[in-house]
């Protein structure tokens, strides 16, 4: 793996923007028109979330999709090479003061969003528009050199990528500076999770309970962010106050909010979240363990 990283993905994340846009119209043809990359995946996806659609609609989302999928790929790799100044011109932050009084209060923030837009370049980015110290939640790969290689790209510029273990024993620490934790609320959840059970684009879907349960553990502020692609290569972040309050909101009422923020999102420009991904995978019956009520749902 040292010697694909070394010879292959290194040298091509090295190439200007330009270039790696022509890669990625390459990698249209080979994953969309020749192999069909996860294509059902993605039109049983689109049928079920858009049923009001015709087929002819629905494919032309199929289409942007794809092509927005091969710029993020290309926009990932460049991710090991690229400048602050490169990612500063090409990922703005429209309105980062909303974090401020919460910082000056001392006051932790739970940042959840889905995977929409760019969220490679958001991650590179955030640290450098907010005072809180940011922290993304992630999973070991099982290659640990490629682990150790996408942890150093992410926190080129500050941000710090630890497990939930890990952030558990953080915020056992009394001096522990505000922390703006970052939570992808829309993968399917795991069969050791209970998750929250709700309508999200048109099916019931189990939505990941973590971003509601640190807000409550910790009393933290809840942010939603938005990816907007501006044009090709060029995002821009929107925050929404989600609640300052969590015990003013009835238990599910955080969870319920997020996820129709990005339900609407992802309504207005359907192409550019994450088609590809088996969402809907598991349903209610596949969770062994039913909570009576949502004091139950854990982590």
Not at 135 to 148: D, I, S, V
Not at 174 to 179: I, S
Not at 208 to 220: I, M, P
Not at 259 to 288: C, G, I, S
Request: aromatic share 14%; hydrophobic share 35%.
């Amino acid at each position: 793996m040292r010697i694909v990283f070394y010879l292959i993905v290194l040298p091509i994340s090295r190439l200007p923007f330009r270039v790696l846009y022509g890669i990625s119209n390459l990698l249209y043809l080979l994953l969309y028109r020749l192999v069909g990359y996860r294509k059902k995946v993605v039109r049983q996806n689109l049928k079920n979330s858009f049923p009001m659609l015709t087929p002819e609609e629905r494919k032309e989302i199929e289409r942007k999709f794809y092509r927005h999928f091969c710029d993020i790929i290309v926009e990932s790799v460049k991710i090991f090479t690229i400048t602050k100044e490169e990612i500063q011109e090409r990922f703005t932050h429209r309105n980062p003061e909303l974090f401020d009084p919460y910082f000056k209060a001392g006051r932790h923030v739970a940042l959840v969003g889905g995977h929409y837009g760019n969220w490679e370049l958001f991650a590179v980015s955030i640290q450098l528009h907010i005072a809180h110290q940011t922290l993304a939640l992630y999973t070991p790969l099982t290659n640990p050199f490629f682990n150790k290689k996408i942890l150093e790209s992410r926190s080129r510029f500050g941000l710090w990528m630890r497990n939930y273990a890990e952030l558990k024993e953080m915020m056992k620490k009394p001096e522990q500076q505000p922390l703006a934790v970052i939570f992808g609320s829309d993968q399917c959840p795991k069969l050791s999770q209970q998750p929250y059970w709700m309508e999200f684009l048109h099916q019931e879907t189990g939505v990941q309970f973590g971003t509601e349960k640190f807000a409550r553990d910790y009393n933290a502020v809840v942010i939603y962010g938005v990816i907007h692609r501006i044009k090709r290569g060029v995002y821009e972040t929107e925050y929404r106050l989600v609640c300052d309050q969590p015990y003013d909101l009835p238990l599910g009422k955080i969870t319920e909010i997020h996820t129709r923020y990005l339900e609407q999102d992802v309504m207005e420009n359907p192409a550019y979240w994450l088609w590809t991904h088996k969402r809907w995978k598991r349903t209610r019956n596949d969770f062994q363990r039913r909570p009576e009520n949502l004091a139950e749902v854990k982590e």
